[in-house]
């Protein structure tokens, strides 16, 4: 018996050994980091001097701060239209490519691309598009004669740009969404066609209640994606506050104005914001998403 649990301890320690690194590097640059910026934002550091202890303030700031607003108005605004569309093309997509159609692989390829793409490159690349004056899209749209808006720089357009450009990015949910399609029972779809269910009735009462957990999963993804968007927000920028979306409000006052209390007071904001909305939806999970094993 003596000899079976030292085998075992050895077993284990090997374990613990070969993650060591990762735990170290989890502590060190993630709930390190963490543990200090929940401190942080009780202070009023601004990186030259030493912190000093201010309690809520920063906190009590930030409720009177007008661009604290605008910035969540603009996020959330962003949010609300990007991620449904996403979802819907991502699905769409994902259905159109689950066809059995010759060279299809290579259509896959083509739709997932976009997805890999940098973020900074893909920002220079819509920024161009966008330019009222060079752009793709003003372009296209003199040549059948409508004068394009200027979409960066109006402030009622800026928006409605970066949710365009946000489609670039279904790829993801794509992605999963047609896994999930292929593994489908066709036995449900082969009863339907016996039954003699319309295609739609077959989408409806079939395939989404399956995807439905994959909705669940690609929908919280989508909404902490969009509503932490930064990348593009920083590159292309937009009219006045128009595009100051949350995330670079947060880097402006971290690394632009040194107050790096006010950055980490709004980033605990943040983060108890998303996890409420994680929260929510997973409540209401039961009441939309089919679970094939779950108890009655």
């Known amino acids: 018996m003596k000899i079976k649990n030292n085998k075992a301890l050895k077993r284990n320690l090997e374990g613990y050994l070969f993650i060591s690194p990762w735990i170290f590097g989890m502590l060190l640059f993630t709930v390190g980091p963490v543990i200090a910026s929940f401190y942080i934002s009780f202070t009023d550091w601004n990186t030259f001097q030493s912190p000093n202890f ?7 700031e930030l409720s009177q701060d007008p661009k604290f607003y605008q910035a969540l108005k603009v996020t959330f605004t962003f949010a609300a239209f990007s991620v449904p569309l996403n979802l819907a093309g991502g699905l769409l997509a994902a259905i159109l490519l689950n066809q059995k159609v010759r060279g299809m692989k290579v259509f896959r390829t083509i739709f997932y691309l976009p997805a890999v793409v940098s973020g900074v490159a893909t920002a220079l690349l819509w920024r161009w598009i966008f330019n009222s004056d060079v752009g793709l899209i003003n372009s296209v749209l003199a040549k059948i004669g409508i004068e394009g808006p200027n979409w960066l720089g109006d402030p009622s357009w800026v928006l409605p740009s970066y949710i365009i450009m946000s489609l670039w990015g279904f790829g993801n949910a794509m992605l999963i969404f047609l896994a999930a399609l292929q593994d489908l029972p066709k036995q449900l779809y082969e009863s339907a066609d016996i039954d003699g269910a ?3 009735r077959k989408f409806w009462h079939i395939t989404l209640p399956q995807l439905s957990p994959i909705i669940l999963f690609n929908l919280i993804m989508g ?11 920083y590159i292309i920028g937009g009219a006045q506050d128009a595009a100051l979306f949350y995330m670079l409000y947060l880097w402006q006052n971290a690394f632009q104005f040194m107050q790096m209390g006010y950055a980490s007071a709004m980033a605990w904001i943040f983060f108890v914001i998303i996890l409420l909305i994680t929260l929510i939806i997973l ?13 009655k």
Request: aromatic residues 18%; charged residues 20%; without cysteine.
């Open 198 to 200: 319309s295609l739609l």
């Open 283 to 295: 409540k209401s999970s039961p009441l939309w998403v089919y679970y094939e094993g779950k108890k």
């Open 54 to 60: 201010v309690g809520f303030s920063n906190y009590a």
């Open 223 to 233: 909404i902490i994606a969009g509503l932490k968007i930064f990348t593009e927000a």
